[in-house]
C-alpha cells in the first residue's frame, strides 16, 4: 500500500495523478544524483563556482550514459573486457 502526502487540497483526480507523476520523476533525480555521487566520488570534489559544479555533474552524467550503453551492447562490452584484459597481463 502507499500512501501519499501532499500540501493542500487536492481537488480532481488529474491533479492527483499529476502530483503523483511529478513525485516519481523528482525521485528519479534524486536517485540518481545520489548513486553518482557514492559511485563516482563527486563528493571528493571541491569546486567554487557553480559553473564548475554544473560542468561536472554534467561531464559525470554523460559518462554515466556511456557506460550504460557498452553494458548493454554485448559486443562493445566484450571488446572492452579482452582489451582491459590483455592490459592486465603487460603490466
Do not use: P
Not at 19 to 34: G, L, P, T
Amino acid at each position: 500500500m502507499l500512501y501519499f502526502m501532499s500540501e493542500g487540497h487536492i481537488s480532481s483526480s488529474k491533479e492527483a495523478y499529476f502530483r503523483i507523476s511529478s513525485y516519481f520523476s523528482r525521485w528519479k533525480i534524486e536517485e540518481s544524483y545520489k548513486f553518482m555521487k557514492q559511485q563516482f566520488g563527486i563528493e571528493k570534489c571541491l569546486v567554487r563556482r557553480f559553473e564548475s559544479l554544473r560542468t561536472l555533474l554534467g561531464m559525470v552524467s554523460f559518462c554515466w550514459n556511456v557506460l550504460s550503453q557498452i553494458e548493454s551492447d554485448v559486443m562493445i562490452s566484450k571488446l572492452l573486457e579482452d582489451m582491459a584484459k590483455k592490459r592486465e597481463i603487460r603490466q
